[in-house]
C-alpha cells in the first residue's frame, strides 16, 4: 500500500500532527512510523510534564504564538479525553534583587504573549502560595499547570486511528534510509519499507540525522543535553504545594532547576544540563561512539562549551554532587536537607546547534520536495504540541496539494 502521507517520529509533535492532518483530511491514509516499541519515549516522556504559559518567550516569535494557542488547545483535549492533568499555576521566583530586571522583562513578554492573569508579586505574598519558598519578588502565572504528555501522546494518535481505518501506526521500525522517485518515497526501516506520497519527518534527537537521509543540506546540528531530577521523599513533600521555578538565567537555553508536583502526586526537582555522550542516554555514564564523535568533532559544540565553560563546569559538578544539587534547591526552599531529597529519572534534550556555538532557539519547520522537516522544537513543544501539528497539517495541505 503507499500511504497518502507518512509521519516519522511518534514523540508528541509526531502524535499531534498525524491527529490534525487526519481530523482535517478523513481520508488520507496516514502512517505514523516510531522505532522505539512505545510512543513518546524519550523527550516526550521523559520532560517535567509542565503545560507552560508562554511567558519567557519573545513576543513575535513561533513559540510565543504556539505555546498560547497550543496551551489552549491541549487543555480541552486533556478534558475532552481524560488526559491526567491539573491547572495548578506556578510562581517564577526572584532570590536576589539582581534578577528582578530579568523577572521584569520576562513579565513583560507574558503580557505581550497573552498569558493571562500573570501578577507581580511580594515576598510575603510568595509565601501565600508556596510557604515554604523564600524570595524577594515574584510572579504569580495562574495559567501554568501539569500533564501525562505519554498518556496525551496515546490519545492524540487514539483519536487520529479512530477517524479512519486504513491509517496505521508501526512501533519498533527505525528508519534506514529515504529512497526517492518520481512519485512516492520509500522508507527502509528496521525489518520492513512503507510507501509514501509525502513524508513529515518529527524525529527529536534525530531530526538532522533524518533530514540529511532526506537530502537537506542542513548546516546545524543536533546537540544532546541530558537533565537529572531528585525527588522529594514523602517526609518532604508538604514544602512544596504546585509549581516553583527560579528566574531563568538570561544567558542559558534552558529554564534552571525548578520543582514541579508530577500528576502522580510525586514532586520532582530539576533539571540540571549537561552535555551527553549518547543522544538518547539516560544514565550518567552513558555512551555511544557515534553520538559522541559527531558532537565533538562539530565547531560549534566546542564554541558553545568555551562561552559557557563555568556555567558548564558547575552542572557537571552538580550533576554527581547531592550535595551541591540540594544547594541550588536551597537558593528557592532553604529548609530542605540531604534527607528530604532522593535521586530520580533523567532526560534528554535536543539542541539545535549553529557552528557558531548559539543554539538555535525557536521553533523551526522546514519544507523540501515532498517532504516537510521539523527540524527545532525545544520546550515548550510538548505545550506547543496540537497548535505546531495543526500549523503542519495546513502548510501540508497546501505544500503537498491534499486539498
Given amino acids: 500500500m503507499v500511504y497518502d502521507v507518512a509521519v516519522i517520529g511518534g514523540g508528541i509533535v509526531g502524535a499531534a500532527t498525524f491527529y490534525k492532518l487526519q481530523k482535517r483530511n478523513p481520508n488520507l491514509n496516514i502512517i505514523l512510523i516510531e522505532k522505539e516499541k512505545k510512543f513518546a519515549d524519550h523527550q516526550t516522556g521523559n520532560n517535567s ?3 507552560h504559559s508562554g511567558l519567557y518567550y519573545t513576543p513575535g516569535s513561533l513559540k510565543a504564538e504556539n505555546c498560547v494557542k497550543g496551551r489552549h488547545e491541549l487543555v480541552q483535549f486533556a478534558k475532552e479525553n481524560k488526559v491526567p492533568h491539573d491547572v495548578c499555576g506556578k510562581v517564577v521566583v526572584a532570590t536576589k534583587k539582581s ?8 513579565f513583560d513578554n507574558g503580557i505581550a504573549n497573552g498569558t493571562e492573569g500573570i501578577e507581580k508579586i511580594n515576598a510575603q505574598q510568595i509565601k501565600e502560595h508556596e510557604p515554604h519558598v523564600q524570595g524577594v519578588a515574584g510572579i504569580w ?8 504528555y505519554r498518556d496525551a501522546t496515546e490519545k492524540m494518535i487514539a483519536n487520529a486511528l479512530g477517524l479512519n481505518p486504513q491509517s496505521k501506526t508501526v512501533l519498533g521500525e527505525e528508519v534506514i534510509a529515504i529512497e526517492k522517485s518520481d512519485s512516492k518515497s520509500t522508507i527502509v526501516c528496521s525489518t520492513q519499507k512503507f510507501e509514501a506520497n509525502h513524508l513529515i519527518f518529527c524525529a527529536g534527537l534525530q531530526a538532522d540525522r533524518l533530514a540529511r537521509k532526506d537530502g537537506v543540506d542542513l548546516k546545524e546540528q543536533v546537540v544532546g543535553f541530558r537533565g537529572d531530577y531528585y525527588e522529594l521523599t514523602e517526609q518532604a513533600k508538604y514544602k512544596v504545594k504546585n509549581l516553583i ?6 544567558d542559558f537555553p534552558f529554564l534552571g532547576v525548578h520543582f514541579t508536583r508530577m500528576t502522580d502526586g510525586e514532586i520532582e526537582c530539576g533539571p540540571n544540563a ?6 538518547e542516554g539516560y544514565g550518567k555514564t552513558d555512551f555511544n561512539l557515534r553520538d559522541t564523535f ?4 562539530y565547531k560549534g559544540t566546542w564554541k558553545l562549551f568555551f562561552g559557557n565553560a563555568k556555567f558548564g563546569i558547575n ?3 552538580r550533576a554527581f554532587s547531592k550535595k551541591l544539587f540540594l544547594k541550588t534547591l536551597q537558593e528557592l526552599v532553604p529548609s530542605l536537607t540531604m534527607d528530604d531529597i532522593r535521586p530520580g529519572r533523567s ?9 557558531d556555538g548559539d543554539t538555535r532557539d525557536d521553533f523551526r519547520i522546514e519544507y523540501r520536495g515532498n517532504s516537510i522537516h521539523v527540524l527545532n522544537a525545544p520546550s515548550p513543544a510538548a505545550t506547543a504540541s496540537l497548535a505546531i501539528g495543526g500549523q503542519i497539517a495546513e502548510k501540508a495541505e497546501i505544500h503537498f496539494g491534499l486539498k
Fill in 49 to 51: 510534564g509542565v503545560i
Fill in 99 to 106: 534578577e528582578l530586571p530579568f523577572m521584569d522583562k520576562i
Fill in 141 to 148: 502565572v495562574p495559567v501554568t499547570g501539569i500533564i501525562d
Fill in 245 to 250: 521555578y527560579p528566574v531563568p538565567n538570561p
Fill in 274 to 279: 549537561v552535555f551527553t555522550f549518547k543522544r
Fill in 294 to 297: 559527531d558532537a565533538l568533532t
Fill in 315 to 317: 552542572e557537571y559538578r
Fill in 347 to 355: 532526560g534528554v534534550r535536543a539542541l539545535l546547534l549553529g557552528l
